[in-house]
DNA sequence: ATTTTCCCCTGCCGGC
DNA sequence: TGCCGGCAGGGGAAAA
């Protein structure tokens, strides 16, 4: 399931592929994909207009138009964005969604196996748009400015388990169930802790877990546990760096304790009963 | 306001 | 072999 740094692989991708180009088609074949609006209407805000830039916020990508406007994709779960050289023959995908054509003839299809992605129209507001974003995402977590005293201002007075709380985007952006597991896990924090009980010490080990876990996802090119795959097609590589995700039953990497599996705010989470006391 | 629950989708997997 | 219930999950809406 692809998060922030899956995103951010498909967003570094397909920036010097993209940037420049004009776009001479968009074709719909899932109207799903840009439910409530029609298909006609995303086609015309897009056709004739150049790609100026390739942007992220959280799990949202977006493609910078010469018109101001912006177009934001989210993967969900099972979305992929595959991409096809001029002269490339793109492969064949009965979970096709969309496919945008370029002006030298590339092409870059919208691939969703289960049909949550969707694609729409952020009008032109210069492109910052800071309003809407700040409205549904909280700090960039790979931003210099996410320091320990951010973070904690997004935990303090929750009662809500820590784990829930790092999957709220309002909170901290781009985490998702992969990593929220993972970087617990590094900073030895149990998933149900409440969020606002985490002490200074905690807070920041926390901090430093995030952010690292979300680098060495970007350096692996994300984790293929699932549908996720590059803009070429390829997985990543962070499924195989996953210590507890996933990993039930298999044996703590630091202290040997089977890793334990359960359930919370609706998500499987994966936690070592040892490194991480409820307390 | 915060937190929890439900729901959307489809493919996969275990059980019978 | 084949059918079927259950599960997976990001995020938005609705409920608590």
């Known amino acids: 399931m692809p998060e922030l740094p899956e995103v951010e692989t498909v967003r570094r991708q397909l920036e010097p592929v993209l940037v420049g180009r004009s776009i001479a088609a968009v074709r719909v074949l899932d109207p799903l994909l840009v439910a409530p609006v029609n298909p006609a209407r995303l086609r015309r805000a897009l056709v004739g207009h150049a790609v100026v830039g390739l942007g992220r916020r959280g799990k949202y990508l977006q493609v910078l138009l010469d018109s101001g406007d912006t177009l934001v994709m989210h993967l969900r779960m099972t ?102 597991d993972e970087a617990l896990f590094q900073a030895r924090v149990h998933p149900l802790r409440p969020a606002g009980d985490l002490d200074e010490h905690e807070v920041a080990a926390l901090r430093d877990a995030i952010v690292d876990r979300l680098h060495v996802g970007i350096d692996q090119g994300g984790a293929s546990i699932d549908r996720y795959r590059d803009t070429l097609g390829r997985p990543g590589s962070m499924q195989d760096m996953l210590r507890v995700h996933r990993h039930e039953g298999d044996p703590c990497p630091v202290c040997g304790t089977p890793i334990v599996k359960s359930r919370v705010a609706q998500r499987g989470t994966y936690h070592c009963p040892e490194c991480q006391p409820v307390d």
């Open 79 to 180: 979305g992929r964005l595959h991409h096809t050289a001029p002269g490339g023959r793109a492969p064949a995908d009965r979970h096709r969604r969309a496919r945008f054509t370029f002006d030298d003839g590339s092409t870059l299809d919208f691939s969703d196996t289960r049909r949550f992605g969707r694609a729409w129209m952020l009008p032109d507001d210069g492109h910052a748009n800071a309003a809407y974003w700040s409205a549904r995402l909280g700090p960039e977590p790979l931003d210099p400015a996410f320091t320990a005293e951010v973070l904690a201002d997004a935990l303090r007075g929750r009662s809500a388990p820590i784990k829930a709380t790092l999957l709220d985007q309002r909170r901290v952006a781009g985490i998702g169930n992969i990593y929220a």
